[in-house]
T-cell receptor, first 114, second 113 residues
Framework: GESVGLHLPTLSVQEGDNSIINCAYSNSASDYFIWYKQESGKGPQFIIDIRSNMDKRQGQRVTVLLNKTVKHLSLQIAATQPGDSAVYFC?????????????FGQGTELSVKP | DGGITQSPKYLFRKEGQNVTLSCEQNLNHDAMYWYRQDPGQGLRLIYY???????QKGDIAEGYSVSREKKESFPLTVTSAQKNPTAFYLCASSRQGVNQPQHFGDGTRLSIL
């Protein structure tokens, strides 16, 4: 039969506030992580990446934090804007992973209220 | 502009029919990938290719086939053996080497008639 889509976790923030999107990854051997933004009807857009030898990396208005002890990744967006409304995915790559295969999380839907 | 082009944007398949989704990139990337995305879910890997004339199965390859005759092109065929083909199909590419981000096209939405 037809599969039923899962309800995405949703984060709703006020315009101008900071947003924090969280991701728990599965493999302690993963050594590379990426955050993607996906708008409706479009492909995922690369935001920022981080290697496992780092705890923090900053981009333009975004910061990624990596806590390897608890296998947790977060994306912080400063001064959130309506254009930030989208689904955000984290992806991980294992250290023994051939071919650069990525494993994607379910995604979090960010909704920005004006 | 450099990028990844997927076509068509929308595609309809009849029972028993094979359909082919196009993916072309002009980023000079060696590696290319096909993912399937179902509503409210993350991406699942169908096939990937690290170099011309070579490709490997991903996690959900059954009912799909690919070819990689040119560096720029990685077409995906959804065969009649794929019983639940309705999904959003995404193509990606990346540079060769360790820890390279994948860049995506804007997808093809496939539906059953």
């Amino acid at each position: 039969g037809e599969s039923v889509g899962l309800h995405l976790p949703t984060l709703s923030v006020q315009e101008g506030d900071n947003s924090i999107i969280n991701c728990a990854y599965s493999n302690s051997a993963s050594d590379y992580f990426i955050w993607y933004k996906q708008e409706s009807g479009k492909g995922p857009q690369f935001i920022i990446d981080i290697r496992s030898n780092m705890d923090k990396r900053q981009g333009q208005r975004v910061t990624v934090l990596l806590n390897k002890t608890v296998k947790h990744l977060s994306l912080q967006i400063a001064a959130t804007q309506p254009g930030d409304s989208a689904v955000y995915f984290c992806a991980e790559k294992g250290i023994y992973n051939q071919g650069g295969k990525l494993i994607f999380g379910q995604g979090t839907e960010l909704s920005v209220k004006p | 502009d450099g990028g990844i082009t997927q076509s068509p944007k929308y595609l309809f398949r009849k029972e028993g029919q094979n359909v082919t989704l196009s993916c072309e990139q002009n980023l000079n990337h060696d590696a290319m990938y096909w993912y399937r995305q179902d509503p409210g879910q993350g991406l699942r890997l169908i096939y990937y290719s690290q170099i011309v004339n070579d490709f490997q199965k991903g996690d959900i390859a059954e009912g799909y086939s690919v070819s990689r005759e040119k560096k720029e092109s990685f077409p995906l065929t959804v065969t009649s053996a794929q019983k639940n083909p309705t999904a959003f199909y995404l193509c990606a590419s990346s540079r060769q080497g360790v820890n390279q981000p994948q860049h995506f096209g804007d997808g093809t939405r496939l539906s059953i008639l």
